[in-house]
C-alpha cells in the first residue's frame, strides 16, 4: 500500500512537545552508536525506495495462494537487493545486521517463505559443516543457489530428539545414506519453506552403522530438482495446511521411501561415518549437534524485543490520539493515555521492550564468546549458555506475548482489525514461544543447570556467575530488602535461590520415600519450572540494569533520568507481581510493598509526558510498523476509513450472494 501522507494529527504533535529528552540520543544507544544509526537509515532509505514493499491489495484480503506467491516475489527481489546495493552500504556479507531484519518487516507483514533459509539452513552450514562441506554448500547458500530449511519436528516428535523416527541408514557398499520414513508419525512436519519453495533441506534423523544406532544427526538433502522444482523420485512432500500465522511460510511435511543421498552428506563437523562405516563420535560434547537451535534462541530473544516494541508504538500513538469517556462532568473527553490503568497496560511495554533488547545484546555476546572459547576446544562455558538460552528465549517470548495481546486490549476494538497490524505481530510471537523449544521444556533444561549449581556449590565448587547467589544464599547470607536497583535484584535471587533450594530439598525428600530420582524429579516439576523462572527474572533485571548504567555513562542527563525512570519502572512492577514470592523468601514488609505501589503510580505519571516520545526513539519507520493505528502522524480514523474503502468487499455494492441466497429466502423461493 502506498502511505497517504496527512498532516500530523495535533493530540500527537502536542505529546511530542513534551518531551524532555533527545529522542535521537537513545536512537542510538539502541543502534550501538550515531554511525550505526546512520547506516540502518541508509538500508531503509534503499529498501523503500526499491518499490518492493508495495502491495496492489492489502496483503489480508489476498487468498492464501496469493499471499505465498507474494511472499515468494518479495523474497527473491528482497534477496537480490541484498547481494547488491545493501551489501554494498554494509560493506560485508552480514545477514546478523540487525536493520536488514528490521527492514524485512516492511516487506512481510507476515512471514518470508526464505525465513529459514537465512534463519536455520545457513547457520546449520556454518555450525555442523566439515570445512570441506563448508566450501561446497556455503557460497552456494549465501548465494541463493540452493534454498534450505530445517526438518527436524515430527508428526509424531518435536520436543523430544531422541524419539525422532526417521532414520538414515548407512550402505558401505556404495558409500550412501538411505533415508527413510518408517511410519506415519515420522513425517517431517512443520519445517518453514519446506511445503512449496526449498529445494534442499538439513534433516534430523536417527543414525545406523554397521547395525548400530548412533542417534540423531544432521543431512543435507537435495529434495527437488533445481530446475523444475519437482520432488525427487522417492521424496514425499507438501504443505501442512492454514495455521494460526505463519500464513506465507509454506511450512511443510517431508517423507522418505529408501532416499539415498552420498555419504559426505552427513554433516560432520563433530561426528563422522567413515567410508567403512565406522562411526566417530564427537570428541568434545555430545550436544553439539543441537547448536543452531541454541542460535535461534538467543535470536528469538531479540525478536520478542522488537516486536513488542512495534506492538507499544502502535498502542502508545493510538492511546495519544483516542479520545473516550470523561473524567469529570462536562469535561472534554480525554485521551486514553491519560487514564492510570492506561499507562500501567503500556508502560511496562516500553520498559519490557529495552530490557529485553538489552539482555539480548547481552546474550548475542555471551554466545559469541562461547563460541570462540568452542573454536579453541573449549566447551566448558557450553552448560551456562544453553541455561541461559533456554529461560530467556522462554521468558522473553512469553512475555512479549502476553504484552502485546495487551497492547491490543489497550486498543479497544481497532486492536482487533488486522490493519492495526496487532494480531499479525501477536500471532507471530505466540508461536515464538512453542517453536525452538517450548516454553515448558526450557525452563526445564534451564532447572537442571540450577539444580546441578546448588549441589556444586553445596560441595564448595565454584559455579558461574550468573548462579553465585546460589553459593551467597548457601553460605548463609540473609536477604534484607532494599528499595534501590542493587537491593531489589538481590531480593529476586534470594527468591531464586529459595526456591532452587526446595526443589532440591523435594526431589531429596522424595527419594528418601522411596521414589527413584526420574519419580522425584517429575513430581516437582511443576516447582522447577518456576524455580528457573525466577531465576530468569533475576538475570533480566540485573542485565538491565547494569546495561542501562553502562550505556547511559555519557548521555545526557535528561536521558539518563528517562532511561533510569523505566528501570524503576520495571524493577516496582516485579516486585508488585512478586510480592508472594518477595515476601516468603526476602525480609520485605507490608510497608515496602506500599511504598514500592506508591513509587509504581508516581513513575507512571512522571513517564506519562515523554510516552510519546519513548516510542518514537524505538525509530519504527511507519512502513515497518503496517499500521492504521500506529503511523507517525497519529491519523488514525482516516487510516481505518481508508483500509474500509479500499477493502475488496466494497468493489461493488450488491454482492452476488444477494441475489443467489438472501433474496429467494427472503421471498420464500429458497
Ligand atoms: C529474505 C527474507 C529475510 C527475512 C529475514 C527475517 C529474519 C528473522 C529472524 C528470525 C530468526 C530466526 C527464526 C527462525 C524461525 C524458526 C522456526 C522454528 C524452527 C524450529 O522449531 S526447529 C525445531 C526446534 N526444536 C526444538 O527446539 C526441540 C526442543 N527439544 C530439545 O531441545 C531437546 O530434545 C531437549 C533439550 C528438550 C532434550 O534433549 P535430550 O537429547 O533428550 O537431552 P537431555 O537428556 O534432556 O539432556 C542431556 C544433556 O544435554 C544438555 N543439552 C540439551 N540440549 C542442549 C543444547 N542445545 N546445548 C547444550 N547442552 C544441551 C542438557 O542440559 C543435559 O545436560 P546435563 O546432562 O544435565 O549436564
Ligand atoms: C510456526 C511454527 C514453525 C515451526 N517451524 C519448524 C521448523 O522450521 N522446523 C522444525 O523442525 N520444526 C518447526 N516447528 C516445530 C516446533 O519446533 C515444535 O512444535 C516445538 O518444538 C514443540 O514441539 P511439539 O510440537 O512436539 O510439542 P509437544 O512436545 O507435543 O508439546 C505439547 C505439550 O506437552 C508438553 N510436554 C511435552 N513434553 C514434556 C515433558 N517432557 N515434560 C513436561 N511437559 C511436556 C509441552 O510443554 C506442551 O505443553 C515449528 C512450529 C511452529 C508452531
Known amino acids: 500500500m502506498v502511505l497517504k501522507k496527512y498532516n500530523i494529527n495535533p493530540d500527537l504533535a502536542l505529546e511530542r512537545q513534551k518531551c524532555t529528552f533527545d529522542i535521537e540520543e537513545i536512537i542510538n544507544i539502541f543502534d550501538g552508536g550515531k554511525e550505526k544509526t546512520s547506516q540502518r537509515r541508509k538500508i531503509e532509505d534503499v529498501v523503500l525506495k526499491s518499490g518492493l514493499c508495495h502491495d496492489d491489495v492489502p496483503e489480508e484480503c489476498m487468498s492464501l ?252 500513538r493510538y492511546s495519544a490520539v483516542r479520545r473516550q469517556s470523561e473524567m469529570r462532568p462536562n469535561e472534554p473527553e480525554p485521551q486514553i493515555l491519560d487514564y492510570p490503568t492506561q499507562q500501567h497496560k503500556l508502560f511496562i511495554g516500553i520498559a519490557t521492550a529495552h530490557a529485553f533488547q538489552l539482555t539480548a545484546n547481552w546474550l548475542w555476546n555471551t554466545f559469541k564468546s562461547v563460541l570462540s572459547d568452542m573454536k579453541k576446544g573449549d566447551v566448558g562455558t557450553l552448560p551456562e549458555l544453553h541455561a541461559l538460552s533456554s529461560c530467556l528465549k522462554a521468558v522473553c517470548t512469553s512475555d512479549a506475548a502476553l504484552l502485546i495481546e495487551q497492547c491490543r486490549y489497550a486498543c479497544g476494538g481497532h486492536g482487533y482489525m488486522l490493519s492495526s497490524n496487532l494480531p499479525y505481530i501477536y500471532s507471530f510471537v505466540a508461536a515464538t514461544r512453542t517453536y525452538e523449544g517450548d516454553y515448558t521444556i526450557l525452563l526445564l533444561q534451564t532447572a537442571r543447570f540450577l539444580v546441578k549449581a546448588w549441589e556444586q556449590a553445596e560441595a564448595g565448587k565454584t559455579v558461574t556467575p550468573t548462579v553465585s547467589y546460589i553459593s551467597r544464599s548457601l553460605k ?22 529459595g526456591k532452587i533450594a526446595l526443589c532440591v530439598k523435594s526431589i531429596r525428600d522424595r527419594m528418601k520415600s522411596g521414589l527413584d530420582y526420574e519419580d522425584a524429579w517429575l513430581l516437582t516439576t511443576v516447582q522447577l519450572v518456576d524455580a528457573a523462572e525466577a531465576h530468569c527474572r533475576s538475570v533480566i533485571l540485573e542485565t538491565y540494569c547494569n546495561e542501562v548504567r553502562r550505556l547511559t555513562k555519557s548521555s545526557s542527563d535528561n536521558v539518563k533520568i528517562v532511561m533510569h525512570q523505566l528501570v524503576t519502572l520495571y524493577l516496582s512492577y516485579w516486585t508488585l507481581q512478586r510480592t508472594g514470592d518477595l515476601l516468603r523468601y526476602s525480609s520485605i514488609s507490608e510497608k ?3 511504598f514500592m505501589q506508591r513509587q509504581y503510580e508516581e513513575l507512571l505519571q512522571h513517564i506519562r509526558p515523554n510516552a510519546v516520545a519513548l516510542v518514537d526513539a524505538f525509530d519504527l519507520r511507519d512502513e515497518i510498523l503496517h499500521s492504521s493505528l500506529g503511523a507517525y502522524d497519529g491519523r488514525v480514523y482516516e487510516r481505518l476509513m481508508e483500509q474500509a474503502e479500499n477493502n475488496p468487499m466494497n468493489a461493488e455494492p450488491v454482492n452476488q450472494s444477494f441475489h443467489k441466497y438472501i433474496k429467494p429466502l427472503l421471498q420464500g423461493k429458497l
Open 476 to 497: 548463609g547470607e540473609k536477604n534484607s530488602w532494599r528499595s534501590t536497583d542493587e537491593g531489589i535484584i538481590k531480593s529476586f535471587q534470594a527468591v531464586a535461590a
Open 65 to 316: 495462494k496469493e499471499r505465498y506467491e507474494n511472499a515468494v516475489r518479495k523474497s527473491c527481489f528482497f534477496s537480490k537487493l541484498m547481494k547488491t546495493e545493501l551489501q554494498e552500504i554494509t560493506g560485508i556479507e552480514d545477514f546478523e545486521t540487525p536493520a536488514i531484519r528490521r527492514i524485512a518487516d516492511a516487506l512481510f507483514k507476515d512471514i518470508s517463505p526464505f525465513l529459514l533459509h537465512l534463519g536455520m539452513f545457513v547457520p546449520t552450514i556454518i555450525g555442523q559443516c566439515t570445512s570441506e562441506q563448508l566450501m561446497i554448500w556455503l557460497p552456494k547458500a549465501l548465494d541463493l543457489q540452493i534454498i534450505g530449511g530445517y526438518a527436524q519436528t515430527e508428526l509424531g516428535h518435536g520436543t523430544f530428539i531422541r524419539g525422532l523416527e526417521t532414520t538414515a541408514t548407512y550402505d558401505a557398499d556404495t558409500e550412501e545414506f538411505v533415508l527413510h520414513t518408517p511410519t506415519l508419525t515420522a513425517h517431517k512436519w512443520w519445517a518453514g519453506g519446506l511445503g512449496k519453495t526449498i529445494n534442499h533441506c538439513i534433516v534430523v534423523a536417527q543414525l545406523y552403522t554397521k547395525g548400530v544406532c548412533y542417534g540423531t544427526h544432521l543431512f543435507m538433502v537435495q529434495i527437488r530438482d533445481l530446475d523444475t522444482h519437482m520432488p525427487l523420485p522417492g521424496i514425499k512432500v507438501g504443505e501442512i495446511g492454514p495455521r494460526m500465522g505463519f500464513s506465507s511460510a509454506d511450512n511443510g511435511f517431508l517423507g522418505f521411501n529408501n532416499f539415498r543421498i552420498p555419504r559426505n552428506n552427513m554433516l560432520m563437523k563433530h561426528a563422522q561415518v567413515q567410508k567403512d562405516g565406522t562411526y566417530v563420535k564427537p570428541a568434545r560434547h555430545g550436544k553439539l549437534t543441537y547448536q543452531t537451535m541454541v542460535f535461534v534462541r538467543v535470536t528469538l530473544v531479540n525478536e520478542a524485543a522488537f516486536n513488542l516494541s512495534k506492538a507499544v508504538t502502535i498502542a502508545v
Open 592 to 594: 515496602d510493598i506500599d
